[in-house]
């Protein structure tokens, strides 16, 4: 590498300072710069929370990097490089295991051996994270001038720092007073795509007010992870969240779990009890498929929501009690509405601030991402080293329509991850998760044309062949809405009372 490549790399980081860009593309072109000017075919900037060392950044590493979670504990390389003064090297022959085994991206899939490096990125005196480069040519870090190298890190860590004073900055703008945020790094929202990070600032918005939050989208696509981050970066973070799963209330029972009962009330009520709002006093409430509410109970939720204020079932006492609410649903309130079936005035007083969640067909990449995040929970559930997938299975993923939406991907990989590690393979540097391991057929983007030149003249039995064409399209949705019947019921446009007569017909439950 010439003098002159050097530092026009370093101007390069120096403009960089005064550029108006998101924190992942400051970090983004720092390891582009990186690999430029030293001889790496792979880096990666990691920041270090709470025993975890967090990909920000990668540079030829596989995309789902940037979903996993590296704890320090299990990754001796980089423990080391954490607790290290000054840059750490590891030979190709050493015996510690790589973290990134099988996740650097070449043309093939084989295990290479490589070099590798690191060094602690340390501000204000504290360790921030790391930063670590991989050569797949043995002894290509020998000739790495350590002042180069040296001023490299100092401008790096500057950069991490302005960052982190931006961040800061633009937070203190757009909330104008001080907001409690508490740190919660398993519970963040994985994914970089436009449609995320306009989410992420929409919760910023409207989480330090006390408006009602109304979370629309698809089963499965994370609506109660959206409540939650808006609780914990509300002004309630330190309070209680109570979460309230309406779809599973029982009309004769919603009334009590809601609002609470007395002794004496019923058969069975021995002792006062406080319901979810009681318990909720101070702090949020989260009503998730809010939809499913009975209209009898819903008339009695938007009392209290205009007066602040719950009664005990058999009780006559009026209870104050402070609660921001949260509601969540997979359904189209205005059309129940429209429908009678979901009072007006009720979901306006919830709608004050609606909120889409997008789909997981819409989030593109970050389906890789997800799948990195979800790839390392079952390495550790299932004691393996390191499951990665191959490039036909990323594209197969990212093909998917995905119905189920993250938790249609969390069951997969779970299955897909136990399937691939049968007794032999577990002792593998890495585990490779092929199609094969997948169970997930991709529709073609145009339906074939039939003719009436295609079709057989032999005879089929009409009735049985509709039946089982009804069977496949019935099975295909309760997937898509997690067995839920109700919800099933609605997607195929049929009342409840139609739908339980048609699957007893055929035979898809017991009579």
Known sequence: MTTNLFFTSLISIVADLSTHMSAEQRYQRLLEHL????PCDASALLKFENHYLIPLAVNGLSEDTLGRRFAVSEHPRLAQILAANQSVRFAADSGLPDPYDGLIETDNDQLLVHDCMGVTLLIDGEPWGV????SLAPGSFDNIDPMQLNTFISLTAATVKAAGLIASLEQRVRYASQTLFKENTEQDMIGDSECIRKLR?????????????????ETGVGKELVALRIHLESNRAEQVMVY?????LPETIAESELFGHSKGAFSGAINDRAGKFELANGGTIFLDEIGELPLSIQAKLLRTLQNGEIQRVGSDQQIKVNVRVIAATNRNLQQEVAAGLFRPDLYHRLAVYPMHVPALRERGKDILLLAGA???????????KKLRLDQDAKKALLAYHWPGNIRELEHLLSRAALKSASPENRQADFITIST????????PLNPPNISTETVSSAPIDFKN?????QRRIIRQQLAAQQGNMAATARALGLDRGNFHRLLKRLALIES
């Open 35 to 38: 690999c430029r000017i030293f």
């Open 131 to 134: 930063l670590t480069m991989d």
């Open 201 to 217: 600032n929409e919760i910023a918005i409207v989480a330090p007010s006390e408006l009602a939050v109304l979370i629309l989208g």
């Open 244 to 248: 309230v799963n309406c779809a599973a």
């Open 374 to 384: 979800f790839l390392e929970k079952n390495q550790q559930r299932l004691g393996i």
């Open 436 to 443: 094969a391991y997948l169970d997930i057929v991709l529709e």
């Open 465 to 469: 062949t509709v039946d089982e064409f």
